[in-house]
Structure formats: structure tokens, C-alpha cells
């Protein structure tokens, strides 16, 4: 996992040569680590986003690069997403997973209302026979919904479902699976640019037996965390954060870290 010190070398090896904007803060949006906020890229601004969550009684790990992009304005999204997993049991492998190619629509951004449905095709690029993917293309939605509660708290929501037409398991066997994802989160805005944040989220899905059956299982973490923003004279911001996912219900004793990056900047 990322250590303080590798994320503040990152930091300063970046900001070393800009200029810190002067202007006043640029208020911190669309920086949420398990959940997804309603908050669409404004016109001519992309977001490249990075997270690494690491879980220590599995010792699993997951990497991610996601990219977003207004196409043209903010109305409408194109993002892709591309996962790096290791997983400790049964071979201790470590590969990319599906990528996923996702479309938002801000359907709502008005009186401390957002609302932004989102619809992805998963691609199978990921080796099912390790289990780093399931070995056919997929769908999924999520609607996410944020609402601000005051000045100072903000609270986003989110539920959806994926569905695998054919998804295989390390042997080859099919059969068709869904899944299902659910979550709540409360900001804290200490400031415009340092918020503190507790997320819930969890997660129900299927997976292909070696005789083809299908087996649920579910998965629940709370993460509490922390993120702030640093904005410059060129428009770019940078906002990292830390959090600890802990495991309730079905994830009891679980728990780990997680490192989130992100660089904001316009096009031009």
C-alpha cells in the first residue's frame, strides 16, 4: 500500500513547479472513495483518478485508473476505468481486471440537488481463469443522487446492479449472474478544501460454480476518511485522501487501507 511519505513525495514532485492559486479555494466534488458522487465534469475539464485499496486479512489488493471527460458540456459523460487486482486465494495472481467504459447523464443539477444516472459496458479483459474477471461482456447501472444538507454537510447515495450474461468461473463453466450495490455517505466541509467523510457500501453478487450453480455473497465496509484539495493559478487541483475500510456484517473482521489521487485540470 502507499505510505504517507510516497503520496507527499508524489505531491511536491507535481506541485514544484506551479504556482498555488490565489484566487480563493475551488470547493472539493466528485472525490468520493467507495461511492460515486452526481457530479458530471464541467465543459473542457477532465479528472484522472487513481485509488489503491489494500485489505489485510485476505491480503487482496486493488488498483484503479479511471479517466472522465465532458462530452461536449457537462449534460453528458464519457469515463473508462481500468482495475489492477491481486488476489491471494487460490494462486496468489495479480492482473488486470474488466475495464469498464462508462456514459453519466446529469439529469439534475439545481438547488443543492444532483442527480446523474450512469450506465457501463464491462469488458472481459480480465483472465476468469485466475479470477480477475468474468470471462464475458457485462452491464451495469448506478444511480447516484447528492444533496446538500447545509453549508458545511453533504451526503451522496448511491444504488445499482450489474448483469453477466454468461460469466464463467476458473474452470470455464456459465451462467448467468447479477449483482448489486448499495451506499451513503456524509461530508464533512471543515473547509472548502479539507472534508472529512464516512462512507457505508456494500456490495451483493453472484458467482459460477465449477457445476455451474450460482453462489451469493455479500460484502459491507464502513470507511471513514479524509481528503483536501490544493488549487493553482492554471486551473489544475489535486486532491488526495486516505481512508480505513472496516468490515461489518458479512465482512466482519476485515479491514485495510485505502490511498485515493486525483488531478483535475482544463483541456486547453
Known amino acids: 500500500m502507499w505510505g504517507k511519505k510516497a503520496l507527499t513525495a508524489l505531491a511536491f514532485a507535481v506541485l ?5 492559486f490565489a484566487e480563493g479555494p475551488k470547493k472539493i466534488q466528485d472525490n468520493s472513495f467507495l461511492l460515486e458522487e452526481a457530479y458530471n465534469q464541467e465543459p473542457g475539464v477532465v479528472q484522472h483518478i487513481q485509488t489503491f485499496m489494500y485489505l489485510k486479512k485476505s491480503q487482496d ?7 472522465e471527460w465532458p462530452v461536449p458540456k457537462e449534460t453528458h459523460q464519457l469515463s473508462y476505468s481500468i482495475p489492477v487486482l491481486h488476489i491471494s486465494d ?3 495472481s495479480s492482473g488486470i481486471g474488466d475495464i469498464l467504459i462508462n456514459y453519466r447523464y446529469q439529469a439534475v443539477l439545481k438547488d443543492h440537488i444532483a442527480f446523474s444516472p450512469r450506465f457501463s459496458v464491462i469488458l472481459p479483459t480480465g483472465d476468469y481463469k485466475k479470477g480477475h474477471g468474468t470471462g464475458s461482456v457485462g452491464l451495469q447501472t448506478n444511480i447516484p443522487l447528492s444533496v446538500e444538507l447545509s453549508d458545511t454537510v453533504v451526503s451522496h447515495w ?8 454468461g460469466s464463467r468461473e476458473s474452470g470455464g463453466a456459465k451462467a448467468d449472474t447479477t449483482a448489486f450495490n448499495y ?3 456524509l461530508i464533512y466541509l471543515v473547509t472548502e478544501n479539507f472534508n472529512l467523510m464516512l462512507e457505508a457500501a456494500g456490495t451483493s453478487g453472484e458467482a459460477v460454480q465449477a457445476d455451474g450453480s450460482r453462489q451469493r455473497a455479500d460484502t459491507f465496509f464502513i470507511n471513514p476518511g479524509v481528503r483536501f484539495a490544493l488549487n493553482f493559478a492554471s486551473g489544475l487541483q489535486i486532491v488526495p ?3 480505513m ?3 461489518i456484517g458479512a465482512s466482519a473482521g476485515e479491514f485495510g487501507g485505502l490511498a485515493y489521487l486525483s ?6
Open 263 to 268: 488531478f483535475e485540470h482544463p483541456l486547453f
Open 90 to 92: 487460490p494462486e496468489n
Open 183 to 185: 451506499g451513503v455517505s
Open 16 to 20: 514544484l513547479p506551479l504556482q498555488v
Open 245 to 247: 475500510p472496516i468490515g
Open 158 to 165: 448511491n444504488l445499482g446492479a450489474t448483469y453477466t450474461p
Open 61 to 67: 489488493w486493488v488498483y484503479s485508473f479511471t479517466q
Open 241 to 243: 485522501g486516505f481512508s
